[in-house]
């Protein structure tokens, strides 16, 4: 088995396939297809093709391999009592029993919870069934790079193993291609064909539009600027004045028209925002590493934004919304009901002792309470989750469990009777003292009330329980309990005399005449600021759904506590059965307008399977019912959650519980597995958005007005009143330094009292119009007033219309130096974009802020004083400084005054930046990084239509397996309702389908089968044949029509319906 390892033997198992079959004894196709049956399929096909698992290791010649943690697929070959805990791939807590006869299916990313055994090793890396998940997610995609590097060259074998493959199982080719044949070289015409374009995010959108319609404007406005000055210069001096050109003053015309170039030039640069890129990423840039503090980590840079317009979370219950620690919250004892854990003192002595023991001794050894790795955690529970809850009960009652278990170890117990699905208790009996026998008893009330005859009343005294007494503690104890969403067990005792010795293999006898010790309540708590946080969503315009696979009861009782459902309200809770049900047509597909009347009200769906959790979150994105697009957030910890993460716009992981491929699917890892850390990256998300808004605001007033002072001074006076140097400074302090200053300013909770903006509002509101175009009539006045009679308001020479090479004048430095200086100001007034009145809220909050304000100032001062020729500048006195400061602060009081007017009134002003529809990357972008989007796109596309497949081929397997069970599994047991990911993954009464038109189908051969069929509705000559359908000698008719007709036009996939 060691070549297996070795992930070369993955991209050559094609071509080596025979030489490897001999040395193996076995193809990978072969041990692939047995890896994906389970239970009772799976010993079927073993004892058909190879005999038992022993004929199998000796044809792999393997010798076991031991561990708590599965690393590769297998067959459970010898052990005992071995569980294992799938819940890391199907996510389900159950714990699947394995045996030799019923389920030898072991798989990797699994943990061994209970027992030993051996196993034989099939796969391994890429080959596993974590590893195809992780495939589907593509995480395989260094592969995959090389693999295309080497696809040209492996044409013709590639191909040639491809039909061999097809001719020699037509199913488990089917299952086989998709992973190579997209490498090949014919894929190359398709992946052109159809290249899926990337979608731009929101903001990135709004900005690539804004940008290009300002840029455009600058260009114009510099253009005519230049022709302006080009032709005033010409008519002026050759047609007005009359002057000849002569050779001799062609260089000083030449300097002239250089001149005027350059200061269109300038105009251009202050016009075209080229801060904007570096606002965004900083903004970006900072909110992550902020966002890590909040226990977000950010995988992917855009998602921290799209979280601030995300409209509906779809979230887990488990560990998420709850603290994934069962917790005794009521209990029953010596007939008091209490509503919260009772007082020591109020329990009689006597019943303590017999709880403590009989939650101490009734229980796994290996469960315990460990205390917290960090101070101020939660202590530790180690083992199963009731037991820990009922034993953290006893250290509320501040008893310890550790004495009873000293006294009475694992090697000294009588008889255990486990716990298990038709007892519905765990029983274990020890030896008294006195030679007597002492059964202690735990399980659901229901069943362990019914075998209680006595129960101890308050003074620790058995007394009488009637069936009528038990009727009324149903009613009074174990309905209110329910109803409050606990599970409630039972906890009894029973003595035996040591003579005669009962018969212990007599369960019905032992197992009765209980007397009850106490009733308890048992729930996984709602994490404490998890109301709260639900509040803060709803308040915020974002819908809080809960997707979980526990009953409807439980989710509902824990949906009312923290807050996703107010009772009175209209909303909907349903199981994932009535959910499929409502949502699919006769024929069994899902249908969008089916899904349109759902969602909107649906706040609760319970009993869900990963493809339920799926099929709601496409349905959500997809839905055009409401007029503004939905952005929907996904939270989820198991593998199983792989495809919704992905196809959420945003996909939240479990940083503690999650697995690796959630992680992998995922855009933010919460590191704390909490609900409240999405609350923050809302937060964060708005912040980002409301930060380049503030970036914009302040430089677009800039550039209105160094764009208008230029052209129209340029026009009049024959010169800008900014020369090309300051205007760069200008255009340095309003690019950079105010990104830096305007992007860095931190989140606060008014971000959370506004709706989400959505993708089709505007990234410059009315208000932001308002604000931009009111402080650029302020500035303008002022700097017109002070070019064209500011030198006989300071009593200076005037700047206007002087020579080629002058010297720098006061004039124009007044003016250029008013200029910066209402900028500064005008920095304050821009932190505000909603019309608020107090700009300076929360400036000390923000020290980037502070400190680039007072250095620009602190540079300006330098640049007057000091400038000189080269900033054209002179240095001012201190009076006129003062003039400066003063009309910049008047910046402040006009901010005032525009606040004060109402934007409603200006029904004039128009907004700015309105995404209209989904803006895609073009093709030359889409070239640059196709490697990228070419396997990260195509891996996605290609993981989802196998995940599906697989489903439909699962749901085939089941239904023919059904059908001919009681004929051909005669003598072999039935399995258990839940004995492994079957009945999790899907439910066979459901075919899966996903609609999407124009996936690229990765097999050839089944896109021209496609052609076909839909040409002419007859069967194809060879038909596609279930594995286990042939192994049992059963044909399987395709019934073609209708699998040209189901999926949507132009689907690819497909779905078989299998008639016998």
Same mark, same amino acid.
């Given at each position: 088995?060691?070549? $297996?390892?070795?992930?070369?033997?993955?991209?050559?198992?094609?071509?080596?396939?025979?030489?490897?079959?001999?040395? /193996?004894?076995?193809?990978?196709?072969?041990?692939?297809?047995?890896?994906?049956?389970?239970?009772?399929?799976?010993?079927?096909?073993?004892?058909?093709?190879?005999?038992?698992?022993?004929?199998?290791?000796?044809?792999?010649?393997?010798?076991?391999?031991?561990?708590?943690? &599965?690393?590769?697929?297998?067959?459970?070959? !010898?052990?005992?009592?071995?569980?294992?805990?799938?819940?890391?791939? #199907?996510?389900?807590?159950?714990?699947?029993?394995?045996?030799?006869?019923?389920?030898?299916?072991?798989?990797?990313?699994?943990?061994?919870?209970?027992?030993?055994?051996?196993?034989?090793?099939?796969?391994?890396?890429?080959?596993?069934?974590?590893?195809?998940?992780?495939?589907?997610?593509?995480?395989?995609?260094? @592969?995959?790079?090389?693999?295309?590097?080497?696809?040209?060259?492996?044409?013709?074998?590639?191909?040639?193993?491809?039909?061999?493959?097809?001719?020699?199982?037509?199913?488990?080719?089917?299952?086989?291609?998709?992973?190579?044949?997209?490498?090949?070289?014919?894929?190359?015409?398709?992946?052109?064909?159809?290249?899926?374009?990337?979608?731009?995010?929101?903001?990135?959108?709004?900005?690539?539009?804004?940008?290009?319609?300002?840029?455009?404007?600058?260009?114009?406005?510099?253009?005519?600027?230049?022709?302006?000055?080009?032709?005033?210069?010409?008519?002026?001096?050759?047609?007005?004045?009359?002057?000849?050109?002569?050779?001799?003053?062609?260089?000083?015309?030449?300097?002239?028209?250089?001149?005027?170039?350059?200061?269109?030039?300038?105009?251009?640069?202050?016009?075209?925002?080229?801060?904007?890129?570096?606002?965004?990423?900083?903004?970006?840039?900072?909110?992550?590493?902020? $966002?890590?503090?909040?226990?977000?980590?950010?995988?992917?840079?855009?998602?921290?934004?799209?979280?601030?317009?995300? #409209?509906?979370?779809?979230?887990?219950?488990?560990?998420?919304?709850?603290?994934?620690?069962?917790?005794?919250?009521?209990?029953?004892?010596?007939?008091?009901?209490?509503?919260?854990?009772?007082?020591?003192?109020?329990?009689?002595?006597?019943?303590?002792?017999?709880?403590?023991?009989?939650?101490?001794?009734?229980?796994?050894?290996?469960?315990?309470?460990?205390?917290?790795?960090?101070?101020?955690?939660?202590?530790?529970?180690?083992?199963? %989750?009731?037991?820990?809850?009922?034993?953290?009960?006893?250290?509320?009652?501040?008893?310890?469990?550790?004495?009873?278990?000293?006294?009475?170890?694992? @090697?000294?117990?009588?008889?255990?009777?486990?716990?298990?699905?038709?007892?519905?208790?765990?029983?274990?009996?020890?030896?008294?003292?006195?030679?007597?026998?002492?059964?202690?008893?735990?399980?659901?009330?229901?069943?362990?009330?019914?075998?209680?005859?006595?129960?101890?009343?308050?003074?620790?005294?058995?007394?009488?329980?009637?069936?009528?007494?038990?009727?009324?503690?149903?009613?009074?104890?174990?309905?209110?309990?329910?109803?409050?969403?606990?599970?409630?067990?039972?906890?009894?005792?029973?003595?035996?005399?040591?003579?005669?010795?009962?018969?212990?293999?007599?369960?019905?006898?032992?197992?009765?005449?209980?007397?009850? =010790?106490?009733?308890?309540?048992?729930?996984?708590?709602?994490?404490?600021?998890?109301?709260?946080?639900?509040?803060?969503?709803?308040?915020?315009?974002?819908?809080?759904?809960?997707?979980?696979?526990?009953?409807?009861? #439980?989710?509902?009782?824990?949906?009312?506590?923290?807050?996703?459902?107010?009772?009175?309200?209209?909303?909907?809770?349903?199981?994932?059965?009535? /959910?499929?049900? +409502?949502?699919?047509?006769?024929?069994?597909?899902?249908?969008?307008?089916?899904?349109?009347?759902?969602?909107?009200?649906?706040?609760?769906?319970?009993?869900?399977?990963?493809?339920?959790?799926?099929?709601?979150?496409?349905?959500?994105?997809?839905?055009?019912?409401?007029?503004?697009?939905?952005?929907?957030?996904?939270?989820?910890?198991? #593998?199983?959650?792989?495809? *919704? &993460?992905?196809?959420?716009?945003?996909?939240?992981?479990?940083?503690?519980?999650?697995?690796?491929?959630?992680?992998?699917?995922?855009? =933010?890892?919460?590191?704390?597995?909490?609900?409240?850390?999405?609350?923050?990256?809302?937060?964060?998300?708005?912040?980002?958005?409301?930060?380049?808004?503030?970036?914009?605001?302040?430089?677009?007033?800039?550039?209105?007005?160094?764009?208008?002072?230029? /052209?129209?001074?340029?026009?009049?006076?024959?010169?800008?009143?900014?020369?090309?140097?300051?205007?760069?400074?200008?255009?340095?302090?309003?690019?950079?330094?105010?990104?830096?200053?305007?992007?860095?300013?931190?989140?606060?909770?008014?971000?959370?009292?506004?709706?989400?903006?959505?993708?089709?509002?505007?990234?410059?509101?009315?208000?932001?119009?308002?604000?931009?175009?009111?402080?650029?009539?302020?500035?303008?006045?002022?700097?017109?007033?002070?070019?064209?009679?500011?030198?006989? $308001? /300071?009593?200076?020479?005037?700047?206007?219309? *002087?020579?080629?090479?002058?010297?720098?004048?006061?004039?124009?430095?007044?003016?250029?130096?008013?200029?910066?200086?209402?900028? &500064?100001?005008?920095?304050?007034?821009?932190?505000?974009?909603?019309?608020?009145?107090?700009?300076?809220?929360?400036?000390?909050?923000?020290?980037?802020?502070?400190?680039?304000?007072?250095?620009?100032?602190?540079?300006?001062?330098?640049?007057?004083?000091?400038?000189?020729?080269?900033?054209?500048?002179?240095?001012?006195?201190?009076?006129?400084?003062?003039?400066?400061?003063?009309?910049?602060?008047?910046?402040?009081?006009?901010?005032?005054?525009?606040?004060? =007017?109402?934007?409603?009134?200006? %029904?004039?002003?128009?907004?700015?930046?309105?995404?209209?529809?989904?803006?895609?990357?073009?093709?030359?972008?889409?070239?640059?990084?196709?490697?990228?989007?070419?396997?990260?796109?195509?891996?996605? +596309?290609?993981? !989802?239509?196998?995940?599906?497949?697989? &489903?439909?081929?699962?749901?085939?397997?089941?239904?023919?397996?059904?059908?001919?069970?009681?004929?051909?599994?005669?003598?072999?047991?039935?399995?258990?309702?839940?004995?492994?990911?079957?009945?999790?993954?899907?439910?066979?009464?459901?075919?899966?389908?996903?609609?999407?038109?124009?996936?690229?189908? =990765?097999?050839?051969?089944?896109?021209?089968?496609?052609? *076909?069929?839909?040409?002419?509705?007859?069967?194809?000559?060879?038909?596609?044949?279930?594995?286990?359908?042939?192994?049992?000698?059963?044909?399987?008719?395709?019934?073609?029509?209708?699998? *040209?007709?189901?999926?949507?036009?132009?689907?690819?996939?497909?779905?078989?319906?299998?008639?016998?």
């Amino acid at each position: 088995m060691g070549d $297996m390892t070795n992930s070369d033997f993955y991209s050559k198992n094609q071509r080596n396939e025979s030489s490897h079959g001999g040395e /193996f004894g076995c193809t990978m196709e072969e041990l692939r297809s047995l890896m994906e049956l389970r239970g009772t399929e799976a010993v079927v096909k073993i004892k058909e093709t190879y005999g038992d698992t022993e004929a199998i290791c000796r044809r792999l010649k393997t010798s076991p391999v031991e561990g708590d943690l &599965l690393p590769a697929d297998g067959l459970f070959i !010898q052990g005992n009592d071995l569980k294992i805990d799938e819940s890391s791939l #199907t996510g389900e807590s159950d714990q699947v029993r394995k045996s030799v006869d019923k389920d030898p299916m072991l798989l990797s990313g699994t943990h061994v919870m209970e027992g030993s055994g051996r196993m034989l090793v099939t796969a391994v890396g890429v080959n596993s069934q974590t590893g195809i998940i992780f495939t589907l997610l593509g995480a395989g995609g260094e @592969e995959e790079e090389k693999k295309d590097k080497k696809g040209k060259m492996q044409d013709g074998n590639v191909d040639a193993s491809q039909s061999k493959a097809k001719q020699q199982d037509g199913a488990a080719a089917m299952e086989m291609q998709p992973l190579k044949s997209a490498e090949g070289g014919d894929a190359d015409d398709k992946k052109k064909a159809n290249t899926h374009k990337k979608e731009k995010s929101v903001l990135q959108g709004k900005l690539t539009k804004l940008a290009v319609q300002i840029g455009k404007a600058g260009l114009v406005m510099s253009a005519i600027t230049v022709i302006i000055l080009v032709l005033y210069f010409t008519v002026d001096t050759f047609v007005v004045n009359k002057k000849p050109w002569l050779p001799e003053c062609t260089p000083v015309y030449v300097q002239y028209f250089v001149k005027f170039f350059i200061i269109g030039v300038t105009v251009l640069v202050v016009a075209v925002p080229e801060g904007l890129p570096l606002a965004v990423t900083i903004s970006l840039a900072y909110s992550v590493k902020k $966002m890590m503090k909040d226990n977000n980590l950010v995988r992917h840079l855009d998602a921290c934004e799209t979280m601030g317009n995300a #409209t509906a979370i779809c979230s887990d219950k488990t560990g998420t919304l709850t603290t994934n620690r069962m917790t005794v919250v009521q209990a029953y004892i010596g007939d008091v009901h209490y509503k919260e854990i009772p007082d020591p003192s109020n329990v009689n002595s006597k019943t303590m002792e017999l709880l403590v023991n009989a939650i101490a001794i009734n229980s796994a050894y290996t469960t315990k309470i460990l205390p917290p790795e960090k101070e101020g955690a939660l202590p530790r529970q180690v083992g199963n %989750k009731t037991e820990c809850g009922l034993l953290g009960f006893v250290l509320d009652l501040k008893q310890d469990y550790e004495p009873a278990r000293g006294q009475m170890p694992e @090697e000294k117990l009588y008889k255990v009777y486990t716990f298990n699905s038709v007892r519905k208790s765990m029983s274990t009996v020890i030896r008294l003292p006195d030679e007597s026998f002492r059964m202690y008893s735990k399980g659901a009330s229901e069943i362990v009330l019914k075998k209680c005859c006595k129960i101890l009343s308050g003074a620790g005294e058995p007394r009488v329980f009637r069936p009528r007494d038990r009727d009324e503690m149903v009613k009074k104890v174990i309905e209110p309990m329910a109803c409050d969403g606990l599970r409630t067990i039972c906890v009894a005792y029973r003595d035996f005399p040591s003579s005669p010795e009962p018969d212990w293999d007599n369960e019905n006898d032992i197992l009765n005449d209980l007397t009850c =010790i106490c009733v308890v309540g048992i729930e996984d708590p709602v994490r404490p600021e998890v109301p709260e946080a639900i509040r803060k969503c709803q308040r915020a315009g974002i819908t809080v759904r809960m997707v979980t696979g526990d009953n409807i009861n #439980t989710a509902r009782a824990i949906a009312i506590k923290c807050g996703i459902i107010h009772p009175g309200e209209d909303f909907l809770c349903l199981e994932g059965k009535e /959910f499929n049900r +409502r949502i699919r047509n006769e024929k069994g597909e899902i249908e969008q307008e089916r899904i349109d009347k759902i969602w909107p009200k649906l706040r609760v769906l319970a009993r869900s399977s990963p493809t339920d959790k799926h099929t709601l979150v496409k349905g959500i994105i997809d839905s055009t019912h409401t007029e503004q697009r939905q952005v929907v957030a996904v939270t989820g910890d198991g #593998t199983n959650d792989g495809p *919704a &993460l992905k196809k959420a716009d945003v996909g939240f992981a479990m940083g503690i519980a999650g697995t690796d491929v959630a992680k992998e699917a995922s855009d =933010i890892i919460l590191t704390d597995d909490n609900f409240s850390s999405i609350v923050k990256a809302v937060m964060w998300g708005r912040n980002v958005y409301d930060s380049i808004s503030k970036f914009l605001q302040f430089q677009l007033t800039v550039n209105v007005v160094a764009v208008i002072v230029a /052209f129209t001074g340029a026009c009049i006076t024959q010169d800008s009143p900014l020369k090309a140097v300051q205007m760069l400074w200008v255009n340095l302090i309003m690019d950079t330094f105010a990104s830096l200053a305007l992007a860095t300013e931190p989140p606060t909770e008014t971000l959370l009292l506004r709706k989400p903006y959505g993708r089709n509002k505007p990234l410059i509101s009315r208000t932001m119009m308002k604000n931009i175009l009111g402080h650029a009539v302020y500035q303008l006045t002022l700097i017109f007033t002070l070019l064209f009679v500011g030198e006989k $308001m /300071f009593q200076i020479d005037s700047g206007r219309n *002087a020579p080629l090479h002058s010297p720098p004048s006061e004039h124009y430095t007044i003016i250029f130096n008013t200029f910066v200086m209402m900028q &500064l100001f005008n920095e304050i007034n821009a932190r505000k974009i909603h019309g608020e009145r107090n700009v300076f809220d929360g400036i000390f909050r923000n020290p980037i802020f502070c400190t680039i304000v007072l250095g620009t100032f602190a540079i300006q001062i330098v640049i007057v004083q000091f400038g000189g020729k080269p900033f054209s500048c002179s240095p001012l006195q201190l009076d006129q400084w003062m003039w400066c400061i003063f009309i910049g602060l008047g910046e402040l009081v006009w901010g005032q005054v525009i606040a004060t =007017i109402p934007t409603s009134r200006l %029904k004039f002003l128009k907004e700015a930046g309105r995404l209209t529809q989904k803006e895609e990357i073009p093709e030359e972008e889409l070239n640059e990084d196709v490697e990228e989007i070419d396997h990260a796109e195509r891996e996605l +596309r290609r993981g !989802q239509i196998l995940w599906f497949r697989g &489903l439909n081929r699962i749901q085939t397997q089941i239904r023919v397996v059904k059908a001919f069970r009681s004929s051909l599994y005669e003598g072999l047991e039935k399995p258990e309702s839940r004995t492994s990911i079957h009945n999790f993954m899907a439910h066979p009464e459901f075919r899966i389908e996903d609609s999407q038109p124009h996936i690229p189908l =990765i097999d050839d051969t089944d896109l021209e089968e496609d052609a *076909a069929l839909k040409q002419n509705s007859s069967p194809p000559s060879s038909l596609n044949k279930n594995n286990s359908a042939i192994d049992s000698g059963i044909n399987l008719t395709t019934d073609t029509s209708k699998s *040209a007709t189901s999926s949507s036009p132009g689907s690819p996939i497909h779905s078989l319906e299998t008639s016998l």
